[in-house]
T-cell receptor, first 110, second 115 residues
Framework: QKEVEQNSGPLSVPEGAIASLNCTYSDRGSQSFFWYRQYSGKSPELIMFIYSNGDKEDGRFTAQLNKASQYVSLLIRDSQPSDSATYLCAVYNYGQNFVFGPGTRLSVLP | ETGVTQTPRHLVMGMTNKKSLKCEQHLGHNAMYWYKQSAKKPLELMFVYSLEERVENNSVPSRFSPECPNSSHLFLHLHTLQPEDSALYLC??????????????FGPGTRLTVT
């Protein structure tokens, strides 16, 4: 059973702070890594994807991948109340398809 | 229309009914997916059509039956459902290659209630 694990939260951060979301995965053959944001009652929305070790930045978001440690993270700088949502980590392996973690609920306090 | 569309957005059906969910992707992708999302549970992959192959989660009951007539359209046929099948059903598409997959895009979902 290939697994993706996330802390379910809730993770509470004050407005303007950095939110750090973490994800670990069990399949060393995983090739592609994704972060999605899901508001209550809505479908997941892609935020970031990363394929290689290291950091990838897009605006206020930074994804970090460490394949040796089987770890991927998402940093949100200058957190806003509108960032309050559930963040889903997803991992893709050609033989296993997409596997999603349970999600971390983030609450940004004004 | 753009992206991934799903119809209907809401569906209420009795346990003896037969209904179908429809999904259409306008992104030129080669893979389509059905997911189930129940309250406070992770996304559950139900079916995948990728590179003209069908992959299914063996835990999905036979009362759910997928159909993928072409790379842009995907259906989920429902019959004799149970109340525990009430959930948000999400369709997604992506471009898949042997070395990995590009990002997956989701439709807005169908909120299904079985009475």
């Amino acid at each position: 059973q290939k697994e993706v694990e996330q802390n379910s939260g809730p993770l509470s951060v004050p407005e303007g702070a950095i939110a750090s979301l973490n994800c670990t995965y069990s399949d060393r053959g995983s090739q592609s890594f994704f972060w999605y944001r899901q508001y209550s009652g809505k479908s997941p929305e892609l935020i970031m994807f990363i394929y290689s070790n290291g950091d990838k930045e897009d605006g206020r978001f930074t994804a970090q991948l460490n394949k040796a440690s089987q770890y991927v993270s998402l940093l949100i700088r200058d957190s806003q109340p509108s960032d309050s949502a559930t963040y889903l980590c997803a991992v893709y392996n050609y033989g296993q398809n997409f596997v999603f973690g349970p999600g971390t609920r983030l609450s940004v306090l004004p | 229309e753009t992206g991934v569309t799903q119809t209907p957005r809401h569906l209420v059906m009795g346990m003896t009914n037969k209904k179908s969910l429809k999904c259409e992707q306008h992104l030129g992708h080669n893979a389509m997916y059905w997911y189930k999302q129940s309250a406070k549970k992770p996304l559950e992959l139900m079916f995948v059509y990728s590179l003209e192959e069908r992959v299914e989660n063996n835990s999905v009951p036979s009362r759910f039956s997928p159909e993928c007539p072409n790379s842009s359209h995907l259906f989920l046929h429902l019959h004799t459902l149970q109340p525990e099948d009430s959930a948000l059903y999400l369709c997604a598409s992506s471009q898949v290659r042997a070395s990995g997959a590009y990002e997956q895009y989701f439709g807005p979902g169908t909120r299904l209630t079985v009475t």
